[in-house]
């Protein structure tokens, strides 16, 4: 990515670039095209707002964007497309915005980023757009109920069908509104470090104030987002950023001081330095991943938190290493899935998953779980997690599991909040108010 200028709407077009046209993840290219750019506060929030709202509302943006440009959207330049979804987006959400200002600064930007010619494209279809935005009306009626919906709440309609046939119409509204909410802010408490209460105080002395997480005694909640390079600069040996739900693995997984444990989808560390958190930093945790990059992302995470009893490994999930077998008292399979109970974090994933590949993960997932398997030592455990809500992922591949391989039984567990035992726990947004995410754990007999 070029260096980013001291405007906002340009370094907000810098970023979407990455994200609509190379495939980046839109917190990753956020974080990385606002680190030591020169710009204010105030501009650094416009952009952060410019960047999540036209990711989030593309679908419906290019709904807008077809009722006034002369020709099908898929066949204009793809930079003149992301910034007129840049320029929809603040006329259509963003009323302290002008309209002269959205449209005239989107022309500066196609001037300069395409060429002469696609600035009277984007000066035209803007413009058409301001004078007639009011008069587009989403389809009404029942035959078009799920198109509405997923206009409204910017979701793609196969994903809103799909929620409506499993969850009913509610239901499937409220989880597309959860999605669209601005996303809770937590973060895990190294604990090795310090506990909960004291590293509360601690960021509150710096006027960071936060609450604690219902769903895991080592999360807190932040009630007002600081600087995120200033809580990183303060506090990076003592927090590690993680969701909630995600906290729930070491938890569940419980490993103990001194025992062998395998992460066999580690990146970036999240949960790998929390089983080294639960251990003391004791024993010895076996992280595997698919990429050098993603490993070296591993062992810096543990580096910063302090923790030595991690080892990287450059290994395939799918591939059995014999003289791991029977050896590990605890492994855990975080499995590649399709991600669709995350979407609150990550609003670019609404618009690049199909329906279509849904089917490619529970093969691969069986596979990663069963070669896990071997490694469980008789006695020791296996949690199996996703962050998904497809039954064909989750609890499908728990009920293939236990069919195939009698050698393991389904072990109960609290749930975190009630402390009621069970033997699978599905977290839905709509209903749980966190995201969505999928647990349950085996033991290998004796």
């Known amino acids: 990515m070029r260096k980013i200028g001291k405007n906002p709407r340009e370094a907000a077009l810098q970023i979407l670039e990455q994200i609509f046209l190379k495939g980046a993840y839109a917190n990753l290219a956020l974080a990385q095209g606002l680190r030591g750019a020169p710009l204010s506060p105030l501009d650094r929030s416009l952009t952060t707002e410019l960047v999540y709202g036209t990711v989030k509302t593309m679908g419906t943006l290019d709904w807008y964007l077809s009722k006034v440009v002369n020709r099908p959207l898929r066949k204009l330049d793809p930079l003149v497309l992301v910034i007129l979804r840049l320029g929809a987006y603040q006329l259509l959400y963003l009323d302290r915005i002008p309209v002269s200002a959205a449209c005239n600064e989107s022309v500066k930007l196609a001037k300069k980023w395409v060429h002469e010619g696609a600035a009277g494209l984007v000066n035209g279809a803007l413009r058409q757009l301001a ?21 409204e709440y910017y979701h793609p309609e196969w994903l809103v069908r799909r929620w409506k046939f499993r969850y009913g119409l509610e239901d499937a509204v409220k989880l597309c509104a959860y999605d669209n909410a601005r996303p809770t802010f937590s973060f895990r408490v190294n604990t090795l470090k310090m506990n909960r209460e004291a590293l509360q105080t601690s ?20 009630d007002s987002l600081p600087s995120l390079e200033t809580l990183v600069d303060r506090f990076g040996e003592d927090i590690y950023i993680q969701d909630e739900s995600s906290m729930l693995d070491a938890a569940v997984l419980d490993p103990q001081p001194g025992e062998r444990v395998m992460d066999l989808c580690s990146a970036p560390g999240g ?16 992280a595997l991943d698919l990429y050098d990059h993603k490993l070296a992302l591993v062992r810096e995470n543990a580096r910063r938190l302090g923790i030595h009893c991690i080892q990287t490994e450059k290994r395939d999930g799918t591939t059995f290493v014999p003289e791991w077998e029977n050896t590990a008292d605890r492994v855990l399979v975080d499995a590649p899935c399709s991600g669709l109970g995350v979407l609150n974090r990550r609003a670019e994933a609404r618009w690049t998953k199909e329906e279509r590949t849904l089917s490619q993960f529970p093969p691969l997932q069986k596979k990663i779980l069963e070669n ?3 490694y469980v030592k008789p006695g020791g455990r ?21 069919e195939n391989h009698p050698d393991f039984v389904s072990v109960p567990f609290a749930h975190p909040l009630t402390g009621e035992k069970v033997e699978e726990l599905q977290l839905l947004p709509q209903r749980d108010g966190i995201n969505g995410f999928y647990l349950c754990l085996f033991e290998k007999r004796k």
């Open 203 to 222: 960021l509150a002395a710096q006027g960071i104030e936060t609450h604690l997480s219902r769903w895991s005694p080592d999360g807190l909640i932040c």
């Open 372 to 374: 896990g398997a071997r």
């Open 131 to 151: 004078r007639t935005r009011k008069q587009w009306k989403f389809p009404q009626g029942p035959d078009h109920e799920l198109e509405r919906i997923a206009l």
């Open 271 to 286: 949960k790998t330095t929390h089983l080294a958190q639960k251990m003391e930093d004791r024993g010895e945790i076996l």
């Open 382 to 402: 296996l949690l199996y997690s996703t962050c998904t809500l497809e039954q064909d992922e989750n609890t499908r591949v728990r009920k293939w599991f236990l």
